[in-house]
């Protein structure tokens, strides 16, 4: 207990020491920071991946139909949440008039979709109740009015577009400051919209390459803060997706290649609902589709987060090799705590050998300076969490504050994916980072600690 009080002591009686700790949480809040921002991107592109292409999918890498019925048996399992079909294309988007796009189409069922919390909360219309792909009784009259001019006749409700939802970044851009797009006027946009977009794409058919196009009514807008939605992503229901993409088959209905994304019950693992969408593909696929075995075994069960995998395997490998280099400013405060620890031993030696002459052991001398770093260390790993924690909460704010002395955005969601940076303290670093700020104040202050114990009590009251 001596040596933890007069630790203790010399610490406030030494102000120095505060150099000290103040690189020891300048190292610790830097590097949770950065822990934190960069789990935070991976943990947003894994929600991308939910989103975009489901918990668990299923891909079975032909052209095929009945997906809604598919759908009903996955939905009857108690392992299963809901289901949704998906059919994806890219595509060329008619916007207006010189603006023509290249999109990603995504035929889904909207009642579905809408489940999914980035596309339900970015919806500028729609997002207080139930969405629908229908033209409200305002869009019918302009779109039948921009058609009968085209035409020169009569359009009836047969004749008129599709609905579609657009993302917020293929009718307007963001502010060049804010990152962030005006919702009144992308809605303002929809609601005095005067022409169908028209999209276009390739399909290869039994006779070679074909062209199809058909046209749609803007009647929403999603605003989901991904720079990948918002800029690409065009919604249009599955059914038409379906004809747009597919042929007839014998029977007489459409086939397209298709996926259908699986979110599970709560409590359910991974594991388990690709078990049972494995079991309830394979006799559907032998069953309803007539395939044999093996070419229902063709098709592919993962989870969505596996098609952005390697993407952010490098981005943790980036965090690694970051974590290495602020791992090496440790060093520097290391250094720091030694310096001024061999100035103490070397300004107490009357001390030492004071303490040593009346019976103080040479281990107890030592962990006497081991106690004074740990207290360093301590002291300069909670700081350091404080601010680490206090700087990720706040990131945002602070990267506004520094965007408006600068004149430019620091961050923008076109480069770096999503529009706002991560604010999710990443916990598992902050431990480990922590006691390693405690661990380089020990290593610090062992040398100096070493001297001291080898201080003979002779040599330091000589001239006393």
Avoid at 116 to 142: C, H, M, T
Avoid at 158 to 166: C, K, N, S
């Amino acid at each position: 207990m001596v040596q933890i009080f007069l630790g203790w002591r010399y610490l406030w009686r030494r102000r120095i020491a505060m150099l000290g700790m103040l690189a020891v949480a300048f190292c610790v809040a830097l590097l949770i920071v950065v822990s934190s921002l960069f789990t935070g991107v991976i943990e947003a592109y894994n929600r991308f991946a939910d989103e975009q292409w489901g918990q668990v999918v299923l891909h079975p890498h032909m052209e095929w139909g009945h997906q809604e019925e598919l759908v009903a048996e996955l939905e009857a399992l108690p392992s299963v949440a809901w289901a949704l079909p998906v059919a994806e294309e890219g595509g060329l988007l008619y916007v207006d008039k010189g603006d023509v796009r290249g999109v990603f189409l995504r035929g889904t069922d909207i009642n579905r979709q809408v489940r999914l919390k980035i596309f339900g909360k970015g919806l500028l219309r729609q997002n207080e109740g139930g969405a629908s792909f229908d033209l409200d009784s305002s869009a019918k009259e302009s779109a039948r009015a921009a058609l009968a001019k085209r035409l020169g006749r009569e359009i009836n409700d047969e004749e008129l577009p599709t609905g579609i939802i657009v993302g917020a970044g293929i009718l307007g851009t963001p502010d060049e400051f804010t990152d962030e797009y005006n919702d009144n006027k992308l809605l303002d946009r929809v609601a005095n919209w005067s022409r169908p977009m028209v999209v276009t794409l390739g399909r290869q058919g039994d006779e070679g390459a074909e062209k199809r196009t058909a046209q749609f009514w803007p009647i929403d807008v999603v605003d989901s803060g991904m720079h990948e939605i918002d800029t690409r992503t065009v919604y249009i229901p599955f059914d038409s997706m379906r004809k747009l993409i597919g042929r007839r088959n014998a029977d007489g209905a459409y086939i397209c290649r298709a996926d259908i994304q699986v979110r599970a019950a709560d409590g359910v693992d991974e594991a388990a609902i690709k078990r049972d969408l494995q079991q309830t593909w394979m006799r559907f696929a032998t069953e309803r589709l007539g395939l044999s075995q093996f070419q229902a075994a063709q098709a592919g069960i993962y989870k969505g987060r596996e098609m952005v995998a390697e993407f952010t395997r490098e981005i943790r490998k980036q965090l690694f090799v970051l974590q290495m280099i602020l791992g090496f400013i440790f060093i520097v405060a290391a250094a720091l705590i030694f310096v001024i620890l061999i100035m103490m031993v070397v300004q107490k030696r009357k001390d030492i050998g004071i303490i040593r002459a009346v019976g103080m052991s040479r281990s107890a001398v030592a962990s006497l300076f081991l106690w004074y770093g740990g207290w360093v260390g301590m002291l300069g790993a909670m700081a350091g969490i404080g601010l680490g924690i206090w700087a990720t909460k706040n990131i945002n704010s602070l990267e506004s504050f520094l965007a408006s002395l600068l004149g430019f955005k620091i961050w923008k969601s076109g480069v770096y994916f999503i529009r706002e940076i991560p604010s999710e303290v990443a916990w598992s670093a902050v431990w480990w980072i922590a006691a390693a700020g405690l661990i380089t104040a020990i290593l610090g202050a062992l040398l100096p600690a070493l001297r001291a114990a080898r201080l003979a009590p002779v040599e330091a009251l000589r001239y006393e």
